[in-house]
């Protein structure tokens, strides 16, 4: 089954998706990591997608489809997960039209779902590998030496798009443009709501059941 897994930024999207990779064999099509790959190779599409990423706003989304299109001509018979990608009404018609010429379909859209006050918690406190891209939280999943990497020894740090002001705004983006995609996929039958604001153990137990 392929599947779409949205919610709000640091609603744990990325974890519950790297969990599918690794007990279920999906394939991860992550729309913010193809991004930061862009950004950091300096291409001219991850110069243009940092301008509003940076801002805390959404990529416009003639980069995005055109980039989720390439992906999937390559992707062969894998069951996948999109993560991070429709955020955005228009943007979940582009995707229908895109799989229905390849005879492919989203079985599920499953929302995971976290208040807002914990999604602060979450973001701010998130910090990022400059080389191999590992995430730890300063409180849930430190590193074991301050600003170092485990995995590899580089540095450790805040993305801009985790600081709080632009938190502010990813979130406001969020409710504005990316909340209507419950009622489009609950129009279509395939809309899934899971409490996210548990352990990733838990959620990926429910996760699993419903797929």
């Known amino acids: 089954m392929n599947i779409v897994l949205f919610g709000a930024p640091g609603a744990g999207k990325g974890t519950q998706s790297s969990l599918l990779v690794e007990k279920a064999g999906m394939f991860q099509i992550s729309t913010g990591d193809l991004f930061r790959t862009a950004i950091k190779n300096k291409t001219a599409l991850g110069i243009e997608a940092q301008k509003f990423m940076d801002k805390g706003a959404l990529v416009p989304d ?25 955020r955005t009404v228009a943007q979940a018609e582009a995707l229908g039209k895109m799989l229905s010429l390849r005879n492919m379909e989203i079985g ?22 400059k080389s191999c891209g590992a995430v730890y ?24 798009d985790d600081k709080k002001d632009v938190i502010a705004t990813r979130l406001k983006t969020y409710e ?27 959620v990926f137990d429910i996760l699993k059941s419903v797929i």
């Open 176 to 202: 504005d443009n990316t909340l209507p995609l419950r009622s489009y996929y609950k129009g279509l039958g395939r809309y899934v709501e899971i409490d996210g604001n548990q352990s990733s153990e838990s």
């Open 62 to 86: 003639s980069i995005v489809i055109d980039m989720v299109d390439e992906v999937l001509s390559n992707i062969g018979n894998k069951n996948f997960i999109l993560d991070g990608f429709p």
């Open 108 to 129: 599920k859209a499953i929302f995971l779902e976290v208040p807002r006050e914990e999604l602060l918690v979450r973001l701010t406190g998130r910090r990022v590998c």
């Open 137 to 160: 939280h300063i409180q849930s999943k430190p590193t074991n030496v301050d600003a170092v990497c485990d995995l590899c020894g580089s540095e450790v740090v805040q993305r801009n």
